[in-house]
Structure formats: C-alpha cells, structure tokens
C-alpha cells in the first residue's frame, strides 16, 4: 500500500478523481470499442499510479550515528568539489550534489541532529537542477544546520526546469532530529550540503543514495 506524503494528497486526489470521470466516460462512449478503450484505461491507470508513486512516503528504519552526515534525499551524487560558498560562509566549502530524478521519492530529510540557525528563500530561474549554475541561479532555499559540536552545514534546496514549488519546514532556532522532513521539492530538484574542508566523504560520484539512510560524509 502506497501512503502518499501530505504535500502530494491534494494533487492526487485531483489527477485521480479527473481520470477515474475520463475512464467512466469513455467507457460508455467505447463500450463497443474494447480494443481502444482497454489501452487506454490502462494508460489512465499508470499515470495514476506514477503520481501515487511520485508522492510515497518510504517506510524507512535506521539506526543513526550522530558523527555522521545522512544523505538529505534520494538520488544521484552528481558534484564533489571544493567551491566558494557566498551567501552565509564566504569561504571555501566541500560541496556534495545529489540529483532527484521524477522516479526518485522527493521528501528532503535532515542529515544529523543539530540546531537551526539560518534560513533563507530565494526567487529564481528554473535551469536544469542538474546544470552547475542552478546552485546560485534557481529557485532554491537555504538552510545552514549546526550540531552538536557546534560545526555549522548549509543545505540548498534546489528547483529544477520541471519543480516549481520548493517547500521547507525548517525554521530558525529550531531543533530536528536527523531523518526528519526538512521538505518537498516537486517534479525533479536536487539538493546540495556545503561540509568545511576536511570532512571525510564517503561516497563518490554517480553513486546512488538514499535520503536519512545513506551515510555522505563523517563531520
């Protein structure tokens, strides 16, 4: 059984209920015509079931060590680089991408535990997530987290040439535990986590990743 994230009901429920009256419709007006309606309910029905599966919420279990860093959402690891980080640091950073593709679950989850002490939105472009440019260009987030041992990482929601709506539970001077939601981005994104120089990273590029599951990095 599919549960579907609270941010996707209402579109469910919308796509859902205009294809079921379309299907209903259409069977009366093919009745006479199973070899064109057939295909075509079977089409209605996976694109309900693609959206269902879109907007899923995956049961997940996982024991968490507080010295590492959790990968934020599933996806692709599509950057490793050493990079200038201008919007809250101004300082060289250890830059970690991870690409979500529309098959991928699109909950953004909180990598550690650890205290909110930043956040900001910024109105932009929607380039291609996976394009360098859209870290700084695209409509994005920004949220700086700070655990235990008071070492500050900034995370960037990011929207894609498909995403439009970025969604960000986190506020300032709050505390999460890590794996909770920090958010939804809709229809293709991705995120980056900004780690100080140094940090042991422990995947690499074109990896596959999974959010509040996969460890990235040891702070």
Not at 98 to 111: A, E, G, L, Q
Not at 169 to 189: D, P, R, V
Request: with cysteine; glycine share 6%.
């Amino acid at each position: 059984m599919i549960r579907i994230h609270k941010e996707g009901r209402l579109i469910f429920a919308i796509i859902s209920s205009l294809f079921i009256f379309l299907g209903i419709i259409l069977s009366i007006l093919l009745a006479n015509t199973l070899w064109l309606l057939i295909p075509i309910l079977f089409l209605f029905l996976l694109f309900i079931i693609f959206v269902a599966r879109f907007f899923r919420v995956p049961e997940r279990k996982t024991v968490f060590n507080d010295d590492l860093v959790y990968s934020p959402a599933d996806g692709k690891i599509v950057v490793i680089e050493e990079t200038i980080e201008s919007e809250y640091f101004n300082d060289k950073r250890l830059q970690v991408s991870v690409f979500m593709s529309v098959w991928d679950v699109h909950i953004n989850f909180f990598p550690f535990k650890g205290k909110v002490k930043y956040f900001k939105y910024h109105p932009g472009k929607f380039l291609l997530a996976i394009h360098p440019k859209s870290s700084t260009l695209n409509e994005r987030t920004s949220v700086v987290i700070e655990n235990q041992k008071n070492t500050p990482v900034l995370l960037r929601q990011i929207a894609g040439a498909v995403a439009r709506r970025i969604v960000c539970y986190a506020k300032q001077g709050n505390t999460f535990n890590t794996g909770e939601e920090l958010g939804f981005i809709k229809f293709g994104s991705r995120v980056d986590i900004f780690l100080p120089i140094g940090t042991e990273i422990l995947v690499k590029q074109g990896d596959r990743v999974w959010g509040s599951k996969t460890p990235i990095a040891r702070l």
